[in-house]
């Protein structure tokens, strides 16, 4: 089955442990990204990836930290997490930039 | 960058009547235009898109319009049932340099039986 897997699907973490939420695809996609969602403000990307190790800054980048090393995988790094990172994040995968996007179920975290 | 802006927020339409949703996008080099539907615990699912070079594009009961001149695109879906109340999400992509798709502010859409 076609699909971008993330794990966890939810994390309560405390400030300043650094913690990695992992993104897997089975699709052979060349492009993926991170989005993070919160109420009122949509889906706002946080860093994107054209290809093994191209990564590039999204809209929100900062706290956050990415790499691409194998075309499947696409790991979001939270180096020093804090408070205002409490939100919902979906990893997402397509071909290219221009054709659909599939997501993944979403991470909730949570930083106290 | 684009600014997507996205109406109404939330909508609530009796079932089998039609609903509407709205965005506008800032700049007009933009060529690509994705509607996503997020139900409850699920991540986007994508429903419909467009290309700037089509005006209208059709799937069943739901259809995107586009009008290039007045940078607003919109989403129609009629005929509405239980099984279409989500949240859903337009998008538009700027085709040079930057390679990301920004997203509107969502619209709930509740569909009363």
Known sequence: EAQ???????LITVTGKKLTVTCSQNMNHEYMSWYRQDPGLGLRQIYYSMNVE???????PE????????????????????????????????????????????TRLTVV | GENVEQHPSTLSVQEGDSAV????????????????????????????????????????RIAVTLNKTAKHFSLHITETQPEDSAVYFCAALEPFGNEKLTFGTGTRLTIIP
């Open chain 1, 4 to 10: 971008v897997t993330q794990n966890p699907r939810y």
């Open chain 2, 21 to 60: 949703i709205k965005c506008t996008y800032s700049d007009s080099a933009s060529n690509y235009f994705p509607w996503y539907k997020q139900e409850l615990g699920k991540g986007p699912q994508l429903i419909i898109d467009i290309r700037s070079n089509v005006g209208e594009k059709k799937d069943q």
């Open chain 1, 54 to 60: 191209v990564t590039d800054k999204g809209d929100v």
């Open chain 1, 63 to 106: 706290g956050y930290k990415v790499s691409r090393k194998e075309k499947r995988n696409f790991p979001l790094i939270l180096e020093s997490p804090s408070p205002n990172q409490t939100s919902l994040y979906f990893c997402a995968s397509s071909f290219t930039r221009n054709t659909e996007a599939f997501f993944g179920q979403g």
